[in-house]
C-alpha cells in the first residue's frame, strides 16, 4: 500500500496572502482539514506545512509561502497527504487500496476478475473489472455488495460487460 496518496492539485493564487485555489480529489476538502502537512513528492520528502485550508473555496495556504508570488510558485502542482495522519471509519477504504482486488460474483461466487481502475464518474465512481470478460460497474449498492483491499463482490446484471 502507498504511504502517500495524491490529495489534488494547486491552482492559481487567490488574493495577495498565499491562498491558492485548491482542486482537491478526495472526497471534499474537509477529509484533509485535521491535516498539518502535504507533499510536494509521493515519497513524502518534500513537506509542505498547511497553515489553513477554506472549505467554502477550496483554497490552501502553505506556512512560508503567505504571499501571492511565492504562493505562485506552487501553481500547477499535485499534492500528497500522508495516510497515517488521517484515521479511516471501520470497513472504509481508499480506492488506491482496492486496485488489484480479486472481484467475485454474489450469485455464483466465482471470481471473475481483477479492479484495475477506478474513474471518478458524475453520479458514483465507476469501477473496470479485467478477467476473462470485462466489466464497468458503477460503485454503489445496487451493485458493490462488498468491498475490501483483498475482494470485491459485485451483483452482477445484464449490460455491466464492457
Known sequence: MKRFLEAGRLNSPRGLKGELR??????????????????LDSEGKRPLEVKSF?????????????????????TGRTVYFD????????????NDDLIGASVKDENSGDTVGTLVKIEEGVA?????????????V???????VSANPQEIIIRFIDGLEA
Open 83 to 94: 495516510r497515517e495522519d488521517i484515521a479511516l471509519p471501520e470497513g472504509v477504504f481508499y
Open 22 to 39: 485548491f482542486d482537491c480529489w478526495c472526497d471534499s476538502i474537509e477529509f484533509l482539514s485535521g491535516v498539518k502537512h502535504l507533499y
Open 124 to 136: 458514483s465512481d465507476i469501477y473496470y473489472v479485467e478477467g476473462e470478460k470485462n466489466y464497468i
Open 54 to 74: 477554506r472549505e467554502t473555496v477550496s483554497t490552501v495556504i502553505f506556512v512560508g509561502y503567505e504571499d501571492r508570488n511565492s504562493a505562485a510558485s506552487l
Open 138 to 144: 458503477p460503485a454503489v449498492d445496487e451493485f458493490i
